[in-house]
């Protein structure tokens, strides 16, 4: 005998609501780990992991939302954003780091929409690359925009996290085709 789970409107609104504020708290930590790079402005931390694994698991529009809140957490002055970066609230927006951040939204809305439910490992796969892609897009933007050099931008904000990159997509892979269908089910 098979049942059926029924959730009323207002536990699924609050159990949305607590995820969109959960993935910007994950974030958030992530960005507490940060390692500041020679030669770049740009440190390497877990954020860009952390955004890709929370608009997997929420799916696209919940984990843009949470991101979209992540950035307003973190541009209203609250410390959300990575410690070893001197800029604060909004500044940090237009700084060195700025275009990586506001690619977040864009990067869980792909990551979340290419995933799909979870259960193909090669479109988690597929996700996550273009996740991690738009993110380098951003940040190279903002770079390009601050250098006014395209060499001077790659050299300062892609290249030294390529080999990281490999590394996230080989630990975010496994775990959200593992944990993407259960979560996916509850929101």
């Keep these: 005998m098979e049942s059926t789970l029924v959730i009323g409107r207002s536990t699924l609104s609050i159990r949305r609501a607590a995820a969109v504020v959960l993935g910007a708290l994950i974030v958030a930590g992530a960005a507490q780990v940060s390692i500041p790079l020679p030669g770049t402005p740009v440190p390497m931390t877990l954020q860009p992991m952390a955004v890709l694994l ?13 991101m979209i809140l992540y950035l307003a957490m973190g541009a209203s002055g609250l410390p959300v954003f990575t410690p070893t970066v001197p800029l604060l609230g909004v500044a940090r927006l237009i700084g060195p780091t700025g275009g990586y951040l506001l690619a977040y939204p864009i990067a869980a809305y792909a990551a979340g929409a290419i995933v799909a439910d979870g259960r193909i490992v090669w479109r988690v796969a597929c996700g996550v690359l273009a996740g991690l892609v ?19 931008a790659a050299r ?28 996916r089910a509850r929101l």
């Excluded at 929370?54 to 949470?66: I, P």
């Excluded at 738009?134 to 001077?152: D, E, F, K, R």
């Excluded at 390529?162 to 775990?175: H, S, Y």
């Design 134 to 152: 738009l993110i380098h897009l951003g940040g190279l933007a903002q770079l390009l925009i601050l250098t006014g050099n395209l060499s001077a």
């Design 156 to 183: 300062f904000g892609t290249v030294p996290f390529l080999v990281g990159d490999l590394l996230k997509i080989a630990v975010l892979v496994p775990v959200l085709a593992k944990l993407t269908p259960t979560i």
């Design 54 to 66: 929370v608009g997997g698991l929420l799916g696209a529009r919940l984990g843009a939302l949470s």
